[in-house]
């Protein structure tokens, strides 16, 4: 082999890994907010005190009595609204109050604090669950599944930059 010839396959051979090597992985640069689900709280044969309930979103009255829910924590001022035996409330509300001493079962659902993703990966499922307001303010589309680990076809495509309400089990992001 010529000496010049030699000379270039050692440095095509030096060359060649770094160019063949993986790029690095891309990233949604943005957040990513979604509402987790709801969590389910219950009370059976519910006594008449105030149960303070952060972020309470709906009550399901399985009681026989009334139930009144409230904006403040401690049961104060007017109730927001009275809840009948054996009948179910979406609203917003910090406590609520059986009125009388029931039996039955009180069930009401606590909302938790929105969560972020900052950056989140490209092309890589992420098994988060969300029940309500979504905000994809990354520069990636977010496809939300009904189920874990992103099966068959996306539920909701959130562009960049925008919103939807959805319930979601698991989340990918898509260039």
């Known amino acids: 082999m010529a000496p010049t ?10 060359l060649l890994p770094v160019t063949l090597l993986p790029g690095t992985a891309c990233a949604a640069t943005g957040s990513f907010t979604y509402t987790p689900i709801s969590e389910l709280h219950v009370l ?12 309470g ?4 009255n399985e009681t026989n009595q009334p139930v009144a829910l409230y904006p403040t924590r401690n049961c104060a001022g007017h109730p927001l609204a009275h809840i009948s035996p054996g009948t ?3 609203t917003s509300f910090e406590a609520l109050l059986p009125i009388g001493f029931g039996s039955g079962t009180l069930v009401y659902y606590t909302r ?18 969300g029940d309500g307001p ?3 303010q990354t520069t990636s589309t977010a496809l939300l599944y009904r189920h874990p680990n992103c099966p068959g076809t996306h539920h909701h ?15 990918l992001f898509v260039d």
Do not use: G, W
Not at 57 to 60: E, M
């Open 134 to 136: 979504v905000y994809n």
């Open 112 to 129: 938790p604090h929105p969560q972020h993703l900052e950056d989140p990966p490209s092309d890589t499922c992420r098994n988060i669950a």
């Open 157 to 171: 495509a959130v562009a960049p930059h925008h919103h939807t309400d959805a319930m979601f089990a698991s989340v």
């Open 57 to 60: 979103s709906r009550v399901d």
């Open 88 to 90: 179910t409330k979406h």
């Open 5 to 14: 010839f030699r000379a270039a396959v050692r440095v095509l051979t030096l």
């Open 44 to 55: 059976q044969d519910p006594s008449a005190v105030c149960h303070p309930t952060p972020a």
